[in-house]
């Protein structure tokens, strides 16, 4: 009996044992499969995230810094457009073509007034040089705005309807005997603006250096020198002087001026001209080359002529390639 017992004894406490492993075993192996499913749930959606860019559908393309939704997509129809190229051909600026076409430059003609500007700064058409610097008969003063330091630039003068902005400045004006047409009245014009440019010319404003050339069929430079003169005001006297006591009288040959001019280097060229012929293309490439070797900013033209008669092509081409302004003049109306 007493063996029995002790063989039930042993036996219940191993079933024990074996219960406990069991319990410990379950409880912890559930415990571990619980974990692992929660651990890759977790991986599997940090994964999703990471694919999709973000919650609520949308897609993130951070080369760009742009945000493209599903509703764009849908609206466009062009999932995998490259923005940056849209946005360069829609932003870049147009930059319009140099030249016209005979076309659009015959409608020009027809439409522009007598007296028409063409070019750089081209507002105020009607404007000269007598309104600009304050110098016409009535002692209108200057208008607001007009003549003035520029930006860095030096002084912004006007002459005849044309401007330009800088510090060194050059007059080259037609004296050819048709300028005496009318009692003379185109030259009479042409060295009253000239003499009232000359006038606004300061050097508070940031004009430092000037000169004046005339020409007929040949070119003579103020006091046949080979630079331009400072601008004070003995010798704008001396200028003026010089302008008063000018005739209109033989050829024209505006190419050889404009060349003999450049060498002066100037910043700006006002060039006046009642020339009957237009200017070849070898004179206007080389009078291109040579504005670029003197670093001359500017070509400035103010054609004089009937309002009847045309304009000369090469002269508003002068003007547009060199920076400048172009003008026309009607001469009847002097």
Known sequence: MRENKAVEEKRTQAKRRRDAVLSWCGSWCGSLTLHALGLILLIVAISREAQDGGFGGE?????????????????????????????????????????????????????????????????????????????ASNGSATPAGTVGAGRGEGQRVGFAGTSGSGRRFLYVIDRSESMSWNGGAPMRRALDE???????????????????????????????????????????ARIVRYLRSVVADGGTRPELALENALRLKPDVVFFLTDADEELSEAALEAIQTARRRFNVKQICVVEFGRGSQPRKKTFRRLAGENGGVYVFRD????
């Open 59 to 135: 897609r993130r393309t951070d080369e760009v810094g742009i945000v493209f939704t599903d509703s764009v997509e849908d609206a466009g129809g062009e999932e995998n457009a490259d923005p940056a190229s849209e946005a360069t051909a829609t932003d870049a600026p147009q930059t319009p073509e140099t030249t016209q076409t005979e076309e659009l430059t015959a409608v020009a003609e027809a439409l522009l007034p007598a007296d028409s500007r063409i070019g750089v700064g081209a507002q105020n058409a009607e404007t000269s040089a007598l309104d600009w610097n304050g110098a």
């Open 194 to 236: 000239a003499v009232a440019s000359v006038e606004s010319l300061d050097p508070k404003k940031g004009a430092t250096k000037f000169q004046v050339a005339i020409f007929n069929h040949d070119v003579e430079i103020f006091e046949n020198a080979d630079s331009l003169i400072d601008v004070n005001f003995e010798n704008k």
């Open 331 to 334: 001469i009847e109306t002097f």
